[in-house]
T-cell receptor, first 111, second 115 residues
Framework: QKEVEQNSGPLSVPEGAIASLNCTYS??????FFWYRQYSGKSPELIMF????GDKEDGRFTAQLNKASQYVSLLIRDSQPSDSATYLC???????????FGKGTRLHILP | DTGVSQDPRHKITKRGQNVTFRCDPI?????LYWYRQTLGQGPEFLTY????????KSRLLSDRFSAERPKGSFSTLEIQRTEQGDSAMYLC?????????????FGQGTRLTVV
């Protein structure tokens, strides 16, 4: 089992709809979780982080964490064409601070 | 501080040559990470440092790869006797270590093409 798993997509969502991106992780001791956005040919850009169970909202983005289920998600409300990118889920292991990435989910917002 | 800086941005080299990349982290960050990313994949962990100490090197890396962070500030990643399979984007990231909840910030990456 990979440490961080994401559906590679592509996930196609109509403009204005909610995009839902999911991630599972295997190391139960992980405490810090991050979502990065990566445009083609560019480096990853941090958009959200979450450390506690529950929801965390920042503008159109909501991160959700369920440590019991080892599950992290990212919701993007009112999706815009500029949201089309690859979204990377990353997990920082508490025991050694190592940051592990999933393969990323390609999101395509349909105009 | 302008964030994490990587140099060069692009490198084209012939197979068998050695290449070296540099990363300058955010100044107060004591953790520095190197990743490799190929098309359609997420960043693959290579190695990371706490100040000048290298904490772990991925078992996926051959002995042709070496990284240093001599004074706990900038870091270099060297690839000896490059192969075509080394063609990838090499990403550097930095963060504050020692505290639980700190995120990593990435540089713009070095794209290596081995011909």
């Amino acid at each position: 089992q990979k440490e961080v798993e994401q559906n590679s997509g592509p996930l196609s969502v109509p403009e204005g709809a909610i995009a839902s991106l999911n991630c599972t992780y295997s190391d139960r001791g992980s405490q810090s979780f991050f979502w990065y956005r990566q445009y083609s040919g560019k480096s990853p850009e941090l958009i959200m982080f979450i450390y506690s169970n529950g929801d965390k909202e920042d503008g159109r983005f909501t991160a959700q964490l369920n440590k019991a289920s080892q599950y992290v998600s990212l919701l993007i409300r009112d999706s815009q064409p500029s949201d089309s990118a690859t979204y990377l889920c990353a997990v920082k292991r508490n025991r050694d601070d190592k940051i592990i990435f999933g393969k990323g989910t390609r999101l395509h917002i349909l105009p | 501080d302008t964030g994490v800086s990587q140099d060069p941005r692009h490198k084209i080299t012939k197979r068998g040559q050695n290449v070296t990349f540099r990363c300058d982290p955010i100044s107060e960050h004591n953790r520095l990470y190197w990743y490799r990313q190929t098309l359609g994949q997420g960043p693959e962990f290579l190695t990371y440092f706490q100040n000048e100490a290298q904490l772990e090197k991925s078992r996926l890396l051959s002995d042709r790869f070496s990284a240093e962070r001599p004074k706990g500030s900038f870091s270099t990643l060297e690839i000896q006797r490059t192969e075509q399979g080394d063609s990838a984007m090499y990403l550097c990231a930095s963060s504050l270590g020692g505290t639980m909840n700190t995120e990593a910030f990435f540089g713009q990456g070095t794209r290596l093409t081995v011909v």
